[in-house]
Structure formats: structure tokens, C-alpha cells
């Protein structure tokens, strides 16, 4: 078959004439039959025969229309944070033995991943004070998933208690674990001035049919549970397990979840060394304490071990998936984990340690409280909404100003500031957004922040 010399083999007429052929066909058209015509694209908007520094050039040109984190002060939190990674992470994640296509799962993984996987369970352990970590899940929302199902699990019951100011992605990630599993969720009351959790009402809800209670702190509205030892102990006084979430970052300055009495300890591990990326990947951390509990932990443990030679040697020591044992017994079929995150994560805490990462958060416990301070003395803005003690995110209500918050968002915007997320599915915050402020805003862009929020809402 002589197709001619051609760079790109199938692009002559005569080639495509001879596929055709072999596949009994008379036309492009006849191939493509079963697309719909209404999503087919005749043809690329690209011109043709250009070198590839002219396609750089273009390309670099279209992606210029983009605003990227680093063009503008982003003040937007909620589930994925804008944090600073150090060089040495990016150096070591893109090592060529590190980077795969498909997930290192199986027991034939590299010792050097295998090893990478334990520091990791190791430095969250060490990080969370809880007993055991796996090496990570897909999210911190299929890590809330998990914890549910794992506590119906252990304790036989049936309902499962979370916040009311919950994550809404995250509660309709935990609403498709938990209805197939015949688990039955119930928010619990908050206060409305201060918005820790109504003691009162959880020990309404806290009945012998309660298989867990899930807190988080910092809680998603960005304000820590300053009772989260007496909501553990009223969990665990009914027998449920008491499931605490976190965000990493804030564990250099506040009780860590085993301190707290968490049995389950659950976070997003975006925070550390992994970047912003609309939507992922993230990194669900999942820690757990007690060999009864240990068992039923979804996900992958990375051992130590010896070689029959006495040399070091790391495998996978638990695997409680549907892939590697009975369907009817697996702890968890869709436990995907993050192992190139994981690994991201593990160096970053190696780099920090305990002293960097405290260092890091009194910087973020300073910004944002000096964002906070500067909204609140604009008139008719309300920030932080709840009287509680925040870490690097907080609520900002507009309610007194008379505006409707997308057309102060959108005022933002045009002065070059992106505000926060707003919160349309709390009706009851009114006019309100989560703002965040971590160690990449510097005190000019807070302070800018400030001056363009006092000129929208003041009609500038």
C-alpha cells in the first residue's frame, strides 16, 4: 500500500480512500453517522502550516485572556485554598519515578512510592495525634462519605449527625454515600450569634440509633468549635463515634483531632503543597484510632517490613478494597487514593515541621484578622458575621448596606478584586460571603480588598 511520504501517514486523500475501504465505507460521513450533527465541529478555529513558535505565540496569546490567581487578590475559600508551595515540592513530585498515568495501588508499586506513602501516614499521624492514617482518599467529601459508612459499620446504627452549616458540595458527596447504605443524616441546630453547635439540640439528636457525630474545626464557615470536647463526650456517651474534620494547616496552633477525642479524623490536604486547580485534584486524609477501627479504615495502609535478607522494605500492609478481597467484605469500593498529592503533602510538612507550621499560622491568623478589622469599619458590612474565634476564613455579611451581594461581587470584579463565596445556600445569612485570607494575601492587597469593598458598597 503506498500512501506516499507523508509526516503525518493517514493525511493524504489516498490514505483515507483506503481506510475506508477496509472498513466497507464510502465516506467521512458515514464513519462519524452515529454523532449527533449538533455536536459535531467541522473544523478547528486554528489556521494551518504554522511553525511551533507561532503556535506558542497564539496559544500564548489566547491564554491570556485568562485571569489567573496571581493577576488579582482572590479573597474566595470554601473548599480549596490559595496557599504558597515551596519550589522543592514541585522538585520532587515531578521526578520521573514518582509520575505515573495510573494510580500506584497495586502491591507491585516502586519501594521508592511505597516508602513516600508511609512517610506520608506517618506525618499525619503525627500531625493529627491519631493512631493510624491511610495513604489518603479521593477528597475531603468521599473522606466524609467514608466516615459515615465506616461508623454505620462499627456500630451497627443507622443515623449520622453533621452540622448545619455543612459544606453543600461536600453534604451532597456524603448524601450519595450515605443513601445506598440506608443511612439516615441530621443537621444540628447552630447558634445564631456565635454559630457553635446547640449543645442542647445535639443531645436531643445524640439517641442510641446515632452511629456518628461529624464536627468540624475550623468549621466550614471558618470559626473553631470551642466545645468540641463536650460534643465528643456526648457522642460517645450514646456509643457513636465521634468523626472530627479539620483543615491541616490550622493544627499548628489549635488542638489536633486526637487531643480533641476524635475516633475518625478527616481533611482536606489541598492546603499542603498541592495547588489550586479548579476542582482538583484534592487529597482526602483519613486517620482513625483503635485496632477495632483500624480494620474497617477504607483506603490503603503502607507497611514497614523486612526483606528474607533483613534489608528495609515497605508493602502494602492493609487493602480492604473490592479489588483485593471480597466484594461483601471490602471496606469501601471507590477508595481512589491521591498518591502523588500525598506525596506533595509529605514534603511539605518535612519542609515546615511543627515550628514552620505555627509560624504559618500566626501569619494567617494576623492577615485575616486585619482584613476582618478593616471590612468591619466599613459602614453597613458586618465582618465576621458570627462572634467566635476564625482561622483564615470568615463570614462577611452586606445585609445593612442595602445591596444584593452579586452586584457588590461584580463591583469587586471591576476594580480588579475577587470577593468571597457566596453563601446562597444559608438563606438564613442573608446577604453573606466566606472570604479567606491566607499567607499569600499581602497587607497592600487586604488593604485593597478594604478600599474597593468601601467604594462599591458606597456607591464609588
Same mark, same amino acid.
Given at each position: ?132 492514617? &491511610? ?146 485534584? &484534592? ?49 469501601? &469500593? ?127
Amino acid at each position: 500500500m503506498n500512501w506516499g511520504r507523508h509526516l503525518i501517514p493517514n493525511s493524504s486523500p489516498e490514505a483515507k480512500t483506503s481506510m475506508l475501504k477496509y472498513l466497507g465505507m464510502d465516506s467521512i460521513e458515514e464513519l462519524f453517522k452515529d454523532i449527533p450533527e449538533g455536536v459535531r465541529m467541522e473544523e478547528l478555529d486554528l489556521p494551518s502550516g504554522m511553525s511551533e513558535l507561532e503556535v506558542m505565540d497564539r496559544v500564548g496569546e489566547i491564554l491570556k485572556r485568562n485571569t489567573s490567581l496571581e493577576d488579582m487578590p482572590i479573597f474566595l475559600g470554601g473548599g480549596a485554598w490559595f496557599h504558597f508551595v515551596p519550589a522543592v515540592v514541585d522538585e520532587v513530585v515531578r521526578r520521573s519515578e514518582f509520575l505515573t498515568a495510573y494510580t500506584p495501588y497495586q502491591p507491585e508499586a516502586s519501594q521508592g512510592m511505597l516508602q513516600a506513602l508511609f512517610e506520608y501516614q506517618s506525618l499525619i499521624c503525627d500531625l493529627t495525634e491519631m493512631e493510624f492514617s &491511610n495513604c489518603s482518599l479521593y477528597d475531603f467529601s468521599s473522606a466524609l462519605g467514608e466516615a459515615a459508612r465506616m461508623a454505620k459499620r462499627v456500630t451497627g446504627r443507622s443515623k449520622f449527625l453533621v452540622p448545619k452549616f455543612l459544606n453543600p458540595q461536600a453534604m451532597e458527596v456524603l448524601s450519595s454515600y450515605a443513601e445506598p447504605a440506608g443511612i439516615e443524616i441530621l443537621r444540628i441546630e447552630r447558634d445564631p450569634i456565635t454559630g457553635q453547635i446547640d449543645l442542647e439540640d445535639l443531645k436531643e439528636k445524640a439517641t442510641r440509633d446515632v452511629a456518628g457525630v461529624f464536627i468540624e474545626n475550623p468549621a466550614y464557615l471558618g470559626f473553631f468549635e470551642e466545645e468540641a470536647e463536650a460534643i465528643g463526650e456526648i457522642a460517645k456517651g450514646v456509643g457513636a463515634l465521634f468523626i472530627v474534620g479539620f483543615d491541616p494547616i490550622s493544627l499548628g496552633i489549635v488542638k489536633p483531632p486526637g487531643a480533641l477525642g476524635a475516633d475518625i479524623a478527616i481533611g482536606e490536604g489541598q492546603p499542603l503543597g498541592n495547588y489550586v486547580n479548579f476542582g482538583g485534584p &484534592n487529597l482526602g486524609i483519613f486517620a482513625c484510632n483503635g485496632l477495632n477501627l483500624l480494620r474497617q479504615m477504607p483506603g490503603r495502609i503502607i507497611g514497614m517490613t523486612s526483606t528474607k535478607e533483613g534489608e528495609r522494605a515497605f508493602c502494602m500492609a492493609l487493602q480492604a478494597r473490592e479489588q483485593h478481597i471480597r466484594r461483601e467484605g471490602a471496606t469501601s &469500593n471507590i477508595c481512589t487514593n491521591e498518591a502523588l498529592c500525598a506525596l506533595a503533602a509529605a514534603v511539605y510538612l518535612s519542609l515546615l515541621g511543627p515550628e514552620g507550621l505555627r509560624r504559618l499560622c500566626e501569619t494567617i491568623l494576623v492577615r485575616s484578622r486585619y482584613c476582618a478589622k478593616l471590612l468591619e469599619d466599613i459602614e453597613g458590612v458586618k465582618a465576621p458575621l458570627f462572634e467566635a474565634s476564625h482561622f483564615k476564613e470568615f463570614v462577611v455579611n452586606f445585609d445593612r448596606t442595602g445591596m444584593r451581594l452579586e452586584k457588590i461581587h461584580e463591583g469587586l470584579l471591576r476594580k480588579g478584586v475577587h470577593g468571597g463565596r457566596p453563601l446562597r445556600e444559608f438563606p438564613e445569612l442573608g446577604e453573606s460571603a466566606l472570604y479567606c485570607v491566607t499567607e499569600m494575601h499581602s497587607k497592600g492587597d487586604v488593604e485593597r480588598l478594604a478600599k474597593s469593598l468601601a467604594e462599591v458598597v458606597g456607591g464609588g
